[in-house]
Nanobody, 123 residues
Framework: QVQLVESGGGLVQTGDSLRLSCTVS????????MGWFRQAPGKEREYVAA????????LYADLVEGRFTIKRENVKNTVSLQMTTLTFEDTAVYYC????????????????WGQGTQVTVSS
């Protein structure tokens, strides 16, 4: 059974950077398209980014394009989300997710979810 465990969340200030990590246990990471969702208080869960199984294609939500970078290291079974120039609007619980396609994840649908990690950006 695949499990996703996020880490790296915390409290930062506007303009700061933060790196989230997701460790995958169980079957190998390379079997899945990986991504990140987020959910802010009182808002619906939204798509953030996704990366194909071999890392050759990434897709970002418009709100984070150019500021966030998703990467994966299949050998280490980890996925990361480097976030820069953070704003108050980036405050949310961030979820590491796994699925079968970038299209699936871009629709905020996933086969496997992590528990989430809180990111709070103070204004």
């Amino acid at each position: 059974q695949v499990q996703l465990v996020e880490s790296g969340g915390g409290l930062v200030q506007t303009g700061d950077s933060l790196r989230l990590s997701c460790t995958v246990s169980g079957p190998t990471l390379r079997d899945y398209v990986m991504g990140w969702f987020r959910q802010a208080p009182g808002k619906e869960r939204e798509y953030v980014a996704a990366i194909t199984s071999n890392g050759d294609f990434t897709l970002y939500a418009d709100l984070v394009e150019g500021r966030f970078t998703i990467k994966r290291e299949n050998v280490k079974n980890t996925v990361s989300l480097q976030m820069t120039t953070l704003t108050f609007e980036d405050t949310a619980v961030y979820y590491c997710v796994a699925g079968s396609s970038v299209l699936q994840l871009s629709r905020v649908q996933a086969d496997i979810w992590g528990q989430g990690t809180q990111v709070t950006v103070s204004s």
